[in-house]
């Protein structure tokens, strides 16, 4: 078996395992990967894209047929028509926004096929005047563009499971996309009808048959909420929404109402479906936590994760992502040694507030058993906790809002699985 190049094993460790200098890969000189040979053998003759015309031109791209396999894992809900779950495939994906083919799906009763000239939004209740809009009213508005990411509140959740389950990151993890949102700040709308005294909540409900409503503090609806329109450059795409739905920045997940038809300003919470007998959280106390909105901040190695091989002992590029609905990861830490020590991964510039963050760190894997690990921080101090911290403190019937670290093992031949 081919070993490490002279020149890596030489490279000073900065934390146990093998972790190495996250500066490595800003300066010249370390590549990783060898190229395959500078001169390729492979007669020019036998590749045939060098000797005939290209395909034609197309009206809208797809991924090469060779990407295939990235690609949305499905769990739909088989007693229930239209609900279920598709996770982004992270271990798949590099930098931080996801395409919009694979945004991760959340639906309760499928995806309806609005007919956008037909599609209303109301906006009423506690205001001095109810609006109406159509989707070419609303585009004429002043709009605003971030980089956000949006998570379930369930993402995770196998977490909770006494044995670590045996799949790969995004399938687990994967309830997790980020992209770049496009719309109407709400404060616009709401200024617009004349809030009034009193109004604390709003009440947000969707066109999709069973029409599903939260509630959010209006505080936060003034703050920073957007009325969604544009995702990464394009329009919504269905599945997530089209023609309009509701961003909050950071909050979780089921907050964000796709197919956006009604808001109501309010002077209490309207007790949904799920914001009582779902999304909350049963404690060991038997109290259950409600109206837990923020996502808490939380990390997780991407390459190498679950179901991949690492091929020889060599020097690895550690790669994965940092978030936290609370603000921006000012630090994300990796271990190789199951948490004894721990070393900081270079984060990828810009470090936005609520969108996921992309980090590396070098690694040399000696052959021998090791488990990786990420932890972030975020600005506000918030530290992801072990898994043993979470369980201890939340209780495992909870359900929702799992950020504890995620460790990966790595056995002697390379593979790599889920571990505690
Ligand atoms: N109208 C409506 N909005 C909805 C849902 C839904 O089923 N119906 N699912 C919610 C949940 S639980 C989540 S996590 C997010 C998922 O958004 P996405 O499918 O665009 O990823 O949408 C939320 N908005
Ligand atoms: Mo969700």
Redesign the pocket.
């Known amino acids: 078996m081919p070993r490490p190049r002279p020149d890596l094993l030489s490279l000073p460790e900065v934390a146990g395992g093998g972790l190495l200098d996250r500066r490595l890969f800003l300066r010249r000189g370390l590549a990783l990967a060898t190229a395959a040979a500078a001169v390729d053998t492979q007669a020019a003759d036998e590749l045939p894209w060098l000797h005939t015309p290209g395909a034609p031109f197309t009206p809208y791209g797809q991924p090469s047929p060779h990407e295939r396999l990235t690609a949305r894992r499905i769990g739909a809900n088989r007693a229930v028509a239209g ?1 279920g ?1 598709s996770f982004t495939p992270l271990e798949e994906l590099e930098g931080i926004i996801t395409p919009n083919g694979l ?7 499928g995806v309806p096929q609005i007919d956008p000239a037909r599609h209303r939004l109301v906006v009423h209740g506690i205001v001095r005047q109810p609006l109406s809009f159509d989707v070419k009213s609303l585009l004429r508005y002043p709009m605003r563009s971030q980089m956000l990411f ?6 995770s959740n196998a977490g909770w499971h006494g044995e670590p389950i045996q799949r790969s990151a995004g399938s687990v993890h994967g ?1 997790l ?1 980020c992209a770049e949102w496009t719309g109407v700040p709400l404060s616009i709308l709401l200024d617009e009808a004349g809030v009034d005294v009193g109004a604390s909540w709003v009440i947000a ?4 048959a ?5 509630s959010i503090p209006l505080a936060k609806m003034r703050d920073d909420c957007l009325i969604g329109l544009y995702q990464n450059g394009e329009r919504l ?1 269905p ?3 089209y023609p309009m ?2 961003i909050v920045p950071g909050w ?9 038809q009604r808001l109501e300003v309010t002077d209490q919470p309207v007790m949904s479906r ?1 914001e009582t007998s779902k ?1 909350t959280e049963l404690q060991p106390s038997g109290k259950a936590r409600q109206f837990t909105f923020t996502m808490d901040c939380k990390s997780l190695i991407t390459s190498p994760s679950h179901g991949q091989t690492l091929p020889r002992p060599d020097v690895y590029q550690l790669s994965g992502l940092a978030w936290s609905g609370h603000g921006r990861i000012r630090r994300v830490e990796v271990s190789a040694d199951g948490g004894k020590s721990w070393a900081d991964a270079a984060l990828e510039s810009p470090a936005l507030p609520r969108c996921l963050t992309r980090f590396r760190i070098p690694w040399r894997w000696d052959g021998k058993p090791a488990v990786l690990k990420s932890r972030a921080t975020d600005e506000r101090g918030n530290l992801q906790p072990e898994r043993a911290a979470l369980v201890a403190e939340r209780g495992r019937a909870g359900y929702f809002h799992y950020n504890a670290i995620v460790a990966w093992a790595v056995e002697d031949d390379g593979l790599v699985t889920h571990t505690y």
């Open positions: 609900n779950v945004h991760f799906e959340r639906h309760h009763n949006i998570e379930c509140g369930g993402n309830l996309s409900e969707g066109a999709d069973g029409a599903m409503n939260m795409r599945e997530n929404g739905r509701l979780e997940g089921v907050l964000h109402v796709k197919w956006l799920n999304y």
